[in-house]
């Protein structure tokens, strides 16, 4: 199982970017898909889930202002990402839980400007 994360970048405080992970693998049946982040000096965290039944769980830092989706024919789920803040500075990673093992993408670095 491969995830390739894509769609960081640059962007200023206020701004928007959407985050898109292609699974290489049917994400159809996989009940658990979701965004971490790592911040330089801090522990993984996680941002967003999402179960195959579409309930999402998100963190507190991020609730109203991110949105994650998942469209299983195109195998890919993503994290739009509004009204962003210099603290959602990160590297970004996609997860899948696929029968209790985690796989994970390799990566995205998503900087916001103060």
């Known amino acids: 199982v491969q995830l390739q994360a894509s769609g960081g970048g640059l962007v200023q405080a206020g701004g928007s970017l959407r985050l898109s992970c292609a699974a290489s693998?049917?994400?159809?049946?996989?009940?658990?898909m979701g965004w971490y982040r790592q911040a330089p000096g801090k522990q993984r965290e996680m941002v967003v889930a999402i179960t195959s039944a579409g309930s999402t769980n998100y963190a507190d830092s991020v609730k109203g202002r991110f949105t994650i989706s998942r469209n299983n024919a195109k195998n890919t789920v993503y994290l739009q990402m509004n009204s962003l803040k210099p603290e959602d500075t990160a590297v970004y990673y996609c997860?899948?839980?696929?029968?209790?093992?985690?796989?994970w993408g390799q990566g995205t670095q998503v900087t916001v400007s103060s």
């Open positions: 997860n899948a839980n696929i029968y209790a093992r985690d796989y």
């Open positions: 693998v049917s994400i159809f049946g996989v009940n658990f």
